[in-house]
Structures are given as C-alpha cells and as structure tokens.
Nanobody, 124 residues
Framework: QVQLVESGGGLVQAGGSLRLSCAAS????????MGWFRQAPGKERDFVAAISSSSGSTYYTDSVKGRFTISRDNAKNTVDLQMNSLKPEDTAVYYC?????????????????WGQGTQVTVSS
C-alpha cells in the first residue's frame, strides 16, 4: 500500500505563500487521482483540491480557486499544493490523500491512503 509523507507547512503572514509537497512511496502512485484536504480545529476534514492520475484534470473548492494550484510529477511520485494569497481562514492541518480511482472525486471516502498531515498557520 502506498505511503504518503507531507512537508512544507509552517507559519506565514496573511497574503503570503507556502508550497506543500507530498511524496509517495510506490510507483503505483501514478495510477490514482491525488487530493489535498484540510481540517481546522473543531471542524470536519474538508476537500481542498484534487488532480487526476494523468494531470489532465484538476478541481478546487471555491474558497481556494485562483489562489491554490495542485500539480503532480509522476516520475518523482510527488504531488504539490502551491498556496498563494493565504488568509487566516486557510489555517488548518493539510492532508495529502491517494484516491481509489484515476479520476477526480471529492468525497474523502473515495481516498484510500492518507498522509500524517502538515500544519499551516496564517497570521493576520
């Protein structure tokens, strides 16, 4: 089973940028869609962005459209989330997840493997 390790979180001021990276342990990574989710304290885990197995399709939740960009490098088994114009409401633990299918799905239940999470804190 593929294992995922996130990196790149931290503390940033509002308006700043961070780049999250997720490294997968297996080559089978390239077969599946990948997603990023986030969970703020006291809230449910929410969908942020997803990318299909071939990078042909991407999808974003409305609140991050135009600010976040998801990308993947199947040769390196990595998926990144570039986050620009960060807002305090983006503060959360961000999780990388491997989907069960090649195409994009939004539901967390469609993702079979999760990373340990990385904290993103945006100060006002």
């Amino acid at each position: 089973q593929v294992q995922l390790v996130e990196s790149g979180g931290g503390l940033v001021q509002a308006g700043g940028s961070l780049r999250l990276s997720c490294a997968a342990s297996e080559r089978t990574f390239s077969r599946y869609a990948m997603g990023w989710f986030r969970q703020a304290p006291g809230k449910e885990r929410d969908f942020v962005a997803a990318i299909s197995s071939s990078s042909g399709s991407t999808y974003y939740t409305d609140s991050v459209k135009g600010r976040f960009t998801i990308s993947r490098d199947n040769a390196k088994n990595t998926v990144d989330l570039q986050m620009n114009s960060l807002k305090p409401e983006d503060t959360a633990v961000y999780y990388c997840a491997a989907g069960r299918y090649a195409g994009i799905v939004l539901a967390a239940t469609a993702y079979s493997t999760w990373g340990q999470g990385t904290q993103v804190t945006v100060s006002s």
